[in-house]
């Protein structure tokens, strides 16, 4: 069991541009979530999807943020116009329903200039 | 508005003691608390997790001691070893909400 994957590990991008993060589930889990985490705010839910169907994204952003989860194993998080305060890790979490016990990825850096 | 709270941000103790790490929760439909150890540069990683019909759950050293009426609850690690020193997270969720709501974590150094 290779647990949650997340790719890149770490990214760096300019200002304004556009920051795609990528999560493997584990197999078989059919709810994913994800989180970001900073030194200020500490932990903060963003969405989830079960059974790929978008359930509660009451913690994006408005504006400039957006998931998916096209198939049951992969999701992505899309940052469009970054900004210095997007810089976080954001963690990629599943479960195997929603009641159940959530397994982290190691999380993606993102570090906007 | 913090919905569940940490103390202390950060705790010492010696090898071989009793860590305690407390926190509480102010949300009555949290009905589902686990507690996660991170280490710098990985993601958290669930420790131990209970849920409120219950006032105890022990697993290896790690005992949670739940009090539904006061809204708290703890995490005890028993026989601290140097390993232990990490940021442990107390977390909850309730009702139909599966989404974790997270403290902002305690800081454990475990010196030998």
């Known amino acids: 069991n290779a647990g949650v994957i997340q790719t890149p590990r770490h990214k760096v991008t300019g200002k304004g541009q556009e920051a795609t993060l990528w999560c493997e589930p584990i197999?078989?889990?059919?709810?994913v979530f994800w989180y970001r985490q900073t030194i200020v705010q500490g932990l903060e839910f963003l969405t989830y999807f079960r059974n790929q169907a978008p359930i509660d994204d009451s913690g994006m952003p408005k504006e400039r943020f957006s998931a998916q989860m096209p198939n049951q194993s992969h999701s992505t998080l899309k940052i469009q116009s970054t900004q210095p305060q997007d810089s976080a890790v954001y963690l990629c979490a599943s479960s195997s329903d929603r009641y159940a016990e959530q397994f982290f990825g190691p999380g993606t850096r993102l570090t906007v200039l | 508005q913090q919905q569940v709270r940490q103390s202390p941000q950060s705790l010492t103790v010696w090898e071989g003691e009793t860590a305690i790490l407390n926190c509480s929760y102010e949300?009555?439909?949290?009905?589902?608390f686990p507690w996660y150890q991170q280490f710098p540069g990985e993601g958290p990683a669930l420790l131990i997790a209970i849920r409120s019909v219950s006032d105890k759950k022990e697993d290896g050293g790690f005992t949670i001691f739940f009090n539904k009426r006061e809204k708290n609850l703890s995490l005890h690690i028993k026989d601290s070893q140097p390993g232990d020193s990490a940021t442990y997270f107390c977390?909850?969720?309730?009702?139909?909400?599966?989404?974790?709501?997270f403290g902002k974590g305690t800081k454990l150094s475990v010196k030998s």
């Open positions: 977390a909850a969720s309730g009702g139909s909400n599966a989404k974790l709501t």
């Open positions: 949300n009555s439909a949290f009905d589902y």
């Open positions: 197999s078989g889990h059919s709810a």
